[in-house]
């Protein structure tokens, strides 16, 4: 089962900041957290990942709080391809490789 | 440099019927991953494979699927005798292993049993 908590939906204006929270009250020391996205009908897509401290690519960045206990994606200036569905994940990244568990993810539509 | 190659595509089969759906890791990428996702559902884990070996098959049905990652050649899922209830996207995903930032997914295989 999928260690994390994402709203079912949400929306967002072109050119506006999209910021998809994550809740993940049961994250361990060594967990890694992993964003993915998936495109309508295509593999999914990573994204971003981060242990504490807040990360910047050029796709997005993810905002980890203090605690680790919840997380924020950023997508700076949303457009029309970045409808998709989000996908925060917990996961150990040296681990011997321990499978990506999906959850249900955030639809997110950016809205022209 | 070619991503995750998955082929084919689409493949249709009729009730009965067995599916092989193949997989090609990135160029320098040993571990294998497959996952399901029925219409309008979310990925599950099935099974992973590092070459010639099963590291997790926890996902996988205990009948009619089977996985392999031979020392050459891509992976092959197989489905025997197909169901309806099969239908599905299949992906696969690749990763070195050690060090990984993540996986990197193919396209995926749209299997529809007739």
């Known amino acids: 089962d999928a260690k994390t908590t994402q709203p079912t939906s949400m929306d967002c204006a072109e050119g506006r900041a999209a910021n998809l929270p994550c809740n993940h009250s049961?994250?361990?020391?060594?967990?890694?957290v992993y964003w993915y996205r998936q495109i309508h009908s295509q593999g999914p897509q990573y994204i971003i990942h981060?242990?504490?401290n807040n990360e910047t690519n050029e796709m997005a960045s993810l905002i980890i709080t203090e605690d680790r206990k919840s997380s924020t994606l950023i997508l700076p200036h949303a457009t029309l391809r970045d409808t998709a569905v989000y996908y925060c994940i917990v996961r150990v990244k040296i681990s011997g490789n321990t499978p990506l568990v999906f959850g249900k993810g955030t639809r997110l539509s950016v809205i022209a | 440099n070619a991503g995750v190659m998955q082929n084919p595509r689409h493949l249709v089969r009729r009730r009965g019927q067995e599916a092989r759906l193949r997989c090609s890791p990135m160029k320098g990428h040993s571990h294998v991953y497959w996952y399901r996702q029925l219409p309008e559902e979310g990925l599950k884990f099935m099974v992973y494979l590092q070459k010639e070996n099963i590291i997790d098959e926890s996902g996988m049905p205990k009948e009619r699927f089977s996985a392999e990652f031979p020392k050459e050649g891509p992976s092959i899922l197989r489905i025997q005798q197909v169901v309806r209830g099969d239908s599905a996207a299949y992906f696969c995903?690749?990763?070195?292993?050690?060090?990984?930032?993540?996986?990197?997914f193919g396209s995926g295989t749209r299997l529809t049993v007739v």
């Open positions: 049961t994250i361990s020391g060594n967990e890694y």
């Open positions: 981060g242990l504490k």
């Open positions: 995903a690749s990763s070195r292993g050690e060090q990984d930032y993540g996986y990197t």
